[in-house]
């Protein structure tokens, strides 16, 4: 009787711990296919910020000739008037057009945001990255916003620049200044305005690309840790 009761005991026992095994290779086997997907969705998100890199480096360019090129009209606008009048159309044309338009594509991150992807991320400093990142992107546009309304600086160029084409800005063809007056102060101080904020958002550009270039440095070791 006693080695019927204690082989029906060790019975039970297996059959407990064969449950308990199914159950704990069951959990594992789902947290890997969370982590297989949280990787796929962080290498997609790798390609977005490589092609944010992209976008930003175009946009660097744009405002820091910008900023070059205003501050050139600024420092010597009585030189350029008198003595170079194509070079002032060329400089005063390219700080009216130059502008950007950053492409904000967040689909992926908040994919893997609401996903509740993102919790199964082991580096708490990447997740606060990542949504500074994204948070920080709006700021980029109202930057851009802010530069695309000096439309007296649109009006200035218009008004003092040839539309016969002698050369070409990155933004399209320009012709010779041909006011018979200089730029005013008041046109000079709108420039000066477009200038400032051509240099704020440049620098800010150029510390974006090389703190995404270290996010993604940053996303390869959370993939490589889970592979």
């Known amino acids: 009787m006693r080695n019927t009761i204690l082989r029906y005991a060790l019975e039970f026992i297996v059959i407990i711990a064969g449950i308990l095994v199914s ?4 959990k594992q086997n789902a947290i890997s296919y969370k982590d297989q997907l949280k990787n796929q ?4 998100l790798i390609s977005n910020i490589e092609n944010d890199i992209i976008d930003s480096k ?3 360019n744009i405002h820091s000739k910008g900023a070059k090129f205003g501050n050139i009209i600024l420092n010597r606008s009585d030189e350029l ?8 159309g060329y400089y005063l044309k390219s700080v009216s ?10 689909e992926e991150y908040n ?19 990542l949504q500074f990142k994204y948070s920080y992107h709006s700021h980029f546009k109202k930057l851009e916003a802010w530069i ?17 084409t002698i050369g070409r800005t990155l933004y399209g063809p320009h012709g010779t200044y041909i006011s018979n007056e200089p ?10 305005r477009k200038t400032g904020l051509f240099s704020y958002y440049a620098g800010k550009i150029k510390k974006s690309i090389i703190s995404d270039s270290l996010l993604i440095i940053d996303i390869r070791k959370e993939i490589e840790l889970h592979k």
């Open 97 to 106: 057009l130059f502008g950007t338009n950053f492409v904000d594509n967040q």
């Open 111 to 129: 994919t893997l945001r609401n996903s509740g992807l993102m919790e199964l991320i082991d580096n708490d400093s990447l997740v606060s990255k």
């Open 41 to 44: 969705s962080l290498g997609r």
């Open 148 to 164: 695309s309304k000096f439309t007296e600086l649109d009006k200035a160029a218009n008004q003092k620049i040839s539309s016969k």
């Open 81 to 88: 008037f008198n003595n170079d009048k194509d070079s002032l």
């Open 23 to 26: 159950f704990y290779i069951e």
């Open 58 to 60: 175009w946009n660097y």
């Open 183 to 192: 730029l005013n102060h008041y046109e000079l101080n709108v420039l000066a």
